[in-house]
């Protein structure tokens, strides 16, 4: 069970002019059970290359299969891709539309054809998973805050059950706090089903302390698809891209610079902590 | 999908008639119109397409643009056919059942798709080698005497550009929205003509709430940079009309007097 690109492609605006390449020959596999993390900087093709996933866009140039299965065959069942392959878009919380959070949770898996008990367990699940409170099921979505209205976005495409989850920007415009919950709720959903789960993000700080997995975009191309420690160890290339490793990595690595025995590796707070109080005990003892 | 409607929507490219005064092409859109209306014959209609034909060739701009606004009013024009086809009165040419299409009929549909065939295209002419700001620059300095008669000319055109001004935005969130209901399983293209009017209703509520998202952050933004309407607002570009202005004005009075001449005064 995966989602495989091979030497994908994709090109803008084909009628006029000027066409623009936002894909350039992309090659990825998303297994099954993974976290993994799309960074790139702002029209690097990171948004272009989700609507791929899903069958939105078909691309120009290359094949993109499910379980060994072009999508883009003549009789491949797209509307059944789009329920694996849970694409929330950025700011989803735009697409609301229903007279209360569960109808509009429920809209998803209704489409699919589900019974209405199935359907509703499946809303009543996705919504648990978001850590929505169930006394607001039946408020209008219009009168929610920010993030609780982002959080019902989320699993309006969790409702359908999809085995991999694709979120495009999912803190957009979240304050520092909206930010960390939903980071931590996508972490702890990944936890609870073991399904896939793309992160698409422009922030490294973001990502790194969730994600096993990262994949750096530039001019519609992979610059980078490997963990977290080993993509932090290329911050001069980050730097050129126009991305920035997480301010811990600079803090070591200026460490390092100073003298400090500690290991540049270290990707999260924790670890960069260990390895400070690690060098500092090193320097007393001598 | 929906990105291909070109009206009101402006095409990049130095020529002649992007270099013309705003005002010379509204007026002459206007007489253009005019004219489609005056004349009552087929040489009249040639002569129009002739100049529409002149003119689209000096805007540069690939006809393709053109005809791509056409897809938008099809049903219009279908009905006007039809209901000029079915309902004209006159010497019948075929019969069946209670319907009649007469000689006088099919002659009134076809001029009725002529005219809106090249109004359509004239219009979006227009539109596509002048920017919206300028359009209304424009039309408020065309309008301006209207002013002594108290009509609120300048927040009319104000309101035209900013309408003008939110159509490619408004498709983009369209586009948006869609694709992210699809992406939760809505169907938009199958189905019975109910369920797909049915199936609109989680693209339309967002659209407007969108809609009204983006009034209310434009108005913030307007009161903020302390917009208060017309009165003692200077431009920074004026409109200054040149020599080629005026040589067009002639152009367009000599075609406009041709197409009477050809359209409605020769009995041919």
């Known amino acids: ?286 | 999908m929906l990105r291909d409607i070109t009206l009101g929507q402006y095409y990049q490219a130095d020529s002649l008639l992007h270099r013309l005064d705003c005002r010379v092409k509204l007026v002459g859109t206007l007489l253009f119109i005019i004219s489609l209306f005056v004349v009552d014959n087929f040489p009249g209609y040639a002569l129009a397409a002739v100049f529409l034909a002149v003119c689209i060739r000096l805007s540069k701009v690939p006809f393709r643009f053109m005809v791509k606004g056409m897809k938008a009013i099809v049903f219009l024009m279908l009905f006007a056919v039809v209901f000029n086809l079915f309902l004209t009165p006159g010497t019948p040419v075929v019969e069946f059942w209670k319907l009649k299409i007469t000689r006088e009929g099919i002659e009134m549909a076809v001029k009725m798709a002529v005219r809106l065939t090249m109004l359509i295209i004239g219009s979006s002419l227009m539109t596509l080698t002048t920017t919206p700001n300028l359009l209304t620059d424009g039309l408020e300095s065309l309008l301006n005497p209207l002013k002594k008669l108290k009509v609120p000319v300048h927040e009319v055109a104000m309101m035209m550009s900013i309408a003008l001004r939110f159509i490619p935005i408004l498709l983009e969130e369209t586009d948006k929205i869609m694709k992210a209901q699809i992406a939760r399983g809505a169907d938009f293209e199958s189905g019975s003509l109910i369920r797909r009017a049915k199936a609109m209703v989680p693209l339309l509520v967002p659209l407007f709430i969108a809609a009204f998202r983006r009034a209310n952050d434009l108005a913030m933004a307007m009161e903020a940079r302390c917009y208060r309407g017309g009165e003692g607002r200077t431009k920074m570009k004026p409109l200054v009309y040149g020599k080629r202005d005026f040589v067009a004005y002639g152009v367009l009075a000599s075609y406009l007097a041709a197409a009477v001449v050809i359209g409605r005064v020769l009995p041919i």
Not at chain 1, 16 to 33: F, M, S, Y
């Open chain 1, 1 to 286: 069970m995966s989602l495989k690109l091979e030497h994908v492609s994709y090109l803008y605006g084909t009628d006029t002019t000027l066409p623009v390449r936002a894909l350039d020959d992309i090659c990825l596999e998303i297994p099954d059970g993974q976290f993994i993390g799309l960074i790139g900087h702002t029209g690097s093709g990171k948004s272009t290359l989700v609507q791929h996933l899903n069958g939105l866009l078909e691309p120009s140039e290359g094949i993109l299969s499910y379980n060994g299965r072009n999508i883009w065959e003549k009789d491949f069942p797209r509307k059944e891709l789009r329920s694996k392959v849970g694409l929330v878009f950025q700011y989803p919380e735009h697409q609301l539309f229903e007279v209360d959070v569960f109808s509009d949770v429920c809209f998803g898996p209704k489409n699919l054809g589900l019974s209405k008990e199935e359907t509703e367990r499946r809303a009543r699940r996705a919504l648990e998973l978001v850590g929505f409170p169930e006394e607001f099921y039946g408020q209008s979505p219009f009168e929610l805050s920010g993030g609780q209205k982002r959080r019902v976005a989320i699993a309006g495409v969790l409702a359908m059950e999809p085995k991999i989850l694709v979120l495009d920007e999912p803190t957009a415009g979240l304050d520092p706090r909206g930010r960390d919950e939903i980071l931590g709720q996508i972490a702890h959903l990944k936890k609870e089903t073991g399904i896939s789960v793309v992160l698409v993000s422009h922030s490294m700080e973001d990502v790194a302390n969730y994600v096993e997995r990262i994949v750096v975009m530039s001019h519609g191309k992979i610059l980078f698809d490997d963990v977290p420690r080993n993509v932090f160890g290329h911050v001069k290339e980050l730097e050129a891209v126009g991305l920035a490793a997480p301010q811990v990595t600079y803090i070591l690595h200026k460490l390092k610079e100073s003298g400090f025995d500690v290991d540049t590796q270290a990707t999260t707070i924790p670890e960069a902590r260990d390895e400070i109080l690690k060098a500092m005990k090193v320097e007393k003892t001598c």
